[in-house]
């Protein structure tokens, strides 16, 4: 059974850091692409960082840039997304995902409507004083 299930979120001061997890079962995901997407209240899901699956490129939402950093471990089948300075825009429910895309389309995936074959069920995060 594929799956994918995040981990880490929880409740931080602004400033604060947390570490997201997205761990893949059933298959493996060297050959995808990674995405980390969120969507907090009465918002639209937005993208917030990719990786592709081949040459390790990445992608940053202009609102995260400099703060997020996200990697993959294909040994552990699990990709992370390190939040540093977090603010209380930040908030919501934090989604990773799966597909094949070749690297050429990475940014598109994540910023351009192109949607992911599989879907985590999301990780709260909300960032509060």
């Known amino acids: 059974q594929v799956q994918l299930v995040e981990s880490g979120g929880g409740l931080v001061q602004p400033g604060g850091s947390l570490r997201l997890s997205c761990a893949a079962s059933?298959?493996?995901?060297?050959?995808?692409?990674i995405g980390w997407f969120r969507q907090a209240p009465g918002k639209e899901r937005e993208g917030v960082s990719c990786i592709s699956s081949s040459d390790g490129s990445t992608y940053y939402a202009d609102s995260v840039k400099g703060r997020f950093t996200i990697s993959r471990d294909n040994a552990k089948n699990t990709v992370y997304l390190q939040m540093n300075s977090l603010k209380p825009e930040d908030t919501a429910v934090y989604y990773c995902a799966a597909d094949p895309i070749p690297v050429s389309l990475l940014w598109q995936s994540c910023f351009g409507g192109i949607t992911y074959d599989y879907w985590g069920q999301g990780t709260q995060v909300t960032v509060s004083s």
């Open positions: 059933g298959f493996t995901l060297d050959y995808y692409a």
